[in-house]
């Protein structure tokens, strides 16, 4: 899920926003969901871990250079003790840390290698490759019965002069069905490349590779997706592709977004789907019909959804477009003004810019949070709130047992100050083993340095009782500059 400020323009590390806008720091866009894996497992022990980077952090005196973070659950949660902190300075890892490589920027979770144990591919889009300025990196890094331990393989760039950025989109899912993980690369282009069967230990994809090229970014300045996010829509067991998109034209942006169906042979741009407009996904069964519903974050928006420039109109908007067996169905929407949806829609809550899914009650029906990372609470500015709504047979409840948590919420750590941004990421991950979601959230916490809050599930809600915060320091990341700790969630 995005971590950053995910602007329209969905830079990497260290871009200062203005103009209106939050003023984040801002990190390379994630997809919210790779729902071949419901959560990812790097040590193997059946409770699910939580990887995130810290892409702006410092390493070895290089500013920006990049790290990221894994935390692994345990029966009381995730802490700051069971986990792993990776660099490319760490031995085994590829390359080295540069400054403004922003390593960790973007990440996927998969078990590339069929040993078991989920691997991370973890991607540097700032990294320069000979005199290829930002040609960008990607890199998969091996679980084990420890977890991450470094060790890992380069996944080259085929076509370096098409493109920069290589990595700056990655997502994770079984594209052709044949039981292995496959892995999709975006780049500035609005060529996607995906990589089959998954990757050997040399970073060669196992079952060769194709590119594919979403119906987007005609008629603009290609930047490439902002998006891509996993998950199996039409119920065929294979994965498909949501594409969050972007383009310019001349003094205004257009986004458009696309479905693009899994087929035997991998993903197929023959039938995408054009769906609405928004600029973070993600991609679980809200209605336990089997099909994957399609929950996309408008942040900023108009009244019908789709312009994403030339500012925000409103406090966001959130879309569900159900899954059929022919893909996207109908499509509703909700605000902060939807039925007891918690809080008031207002311009620049930004309402939907994160959002995961996952069954915090065990009932089947898959919940979501939705990150307002831009909410204000008692005159303190864009210190942000996360808000859980509840799946039904019907859909996504909007009229009852909605919960919503701020750093003033009684129970939770910390308090509200002016732009934490608190949901600047969010995950629902079951991190305790017990067979229910828990929520993990990311902010901006003391000046860009970042923190992330866990709040457990207590089999029929999300809690309070037992929550704690996560802080960069507590891992041995460096706070100098701003290393941006939990503001980018793997999926």
């Keep these: 899920m995005q971590h950053t400020l995910r602007l329209a323009l969905a830079t ?77 300075n760490t031995t085994g890892t590829p390359g080295s840390a540069e400054t403004g490589d922003g390593f960790g920027s973007e990440h996927a979770y998969a078990d590339f290698n069929g040993d078991g144990y989920d691997d991370l591919a973890v991607s540097a889009p700032g990294e320069d490759v000979g005199s290829d300025q930002d040609g960008g990196g990607v890199a998969v890094l091996w679980g084990s019965a420890k977890g991450l331990t470094g060790t890992g393989v380069t996944i080259a760039d085929p076509a370096p002069s098409a493109h920069d950025r290589w990595g700056k989109n990655l997502a994770a899912g079984d594209f052709d069905g044949d039981g292995k993980a496959d892995l999709a690369v975006g780049n500035t282009s609005s060529t996607l490349h995906v990589l089959k069967g998954g990757i050997s230990a040399t970073g060669k994809a196992v079952g060769g590779r194709y590119t594919i090229k979403p119906p987007i970014l005609s008629g603009g300045s290609a930047r490439g997706p902002l998006n891509l996010t996993a998950g199996d829509v039409n119920g065929d067991k294979r994965t498909d592709l949501v594409v969050d998109g972007f383009e310019t034209q001349t003094d205004y942006g257009w986004n458009t977004n696309y479905l693009v169906p899994g087929t035997a ?14 600029v973070i996904t993600a991609i679980g069964d809200i209605d336990a019909d089997g099909y994957g519903d399609i929950v996309t974050g408008m ?89 859980v709504l509840y ?94 700790f939990g503001v980018n969630i793997a999926d």
């Design 265 to 278: 042979s991998g993903l197929s741009t023959a039938s995408a789907q054009r769906l609405k407009a928004g």
């Design 12 to 88: 990497a590390t260290a871009a200062a926003l203005t103009g209106g806008l939050l003023t984040f720091t801002a990190a390379t866009a994630t997809a919210a969901d790779s729902t071949h894996v419901p959560q990812a497992d790097f040590n193997g022990d059946g409770i699910g871990d939580v990887a995130f980077s810290a892409a702006g952090a410092q390493v070895s005196g290089k500013q920006t250079a990049g790290q990221v973070v894994a935390l692994y659950g345990t029966a009381t949660g995730v802490t700051s003790t069971q986990r792993a902190v990776v660099s490319q």
């Design 299 to 387: 942040y900023w928006n108009r009244a019908d959804g789709d312009v994403a420039f030339p500012e925000a109109s409103d406090g966001g908007k959130v879309w569900i477009t159900y899954g059929t067996a022919s893909g996207a169905g109908s499509t509703t929407s909700i605000t902060q003004n939807t039925g007891n949806v918690p809080g008031t829609s207002e311009k620049n809550d930004y309402f939907g810019y994160e959002l995961d899914l996952g069954d915090i009650n065990g009932d089947g029906y898959q919940d979501l949070v939705v990150g307002v990372a831009g909410e204000n609470i008692d005159g303190i500015t864009d210190t942000g709130m996360v808000t």
């Design 391 to 484: 799946g039904s047979a019907s859909g996504l409840n909007t009229s009852s047992g909605a919960q919503s948590f701020a750093q003033s919420t009684a129970g939770v750590p910390g308090e509200d100050e002016k732009n934490d941004a608190l949901g600047a990421d969010v995950k629902l991950d079951d991190v305790t083993g017990d067979g229910r979601a828990d929520l993990i959230a990311g902010s901006y916490e003391n000046d860009g340095n970042g923190a992330i809050l866990y709040l457990p599930s207590n089999g029929t809600k999300i809690t309070t009782s037992g929550g704690r915060t996560v802080s960069p320091s507590a891992t041995g990341v460096s706070t100098t500059g701003t290393p941006s």
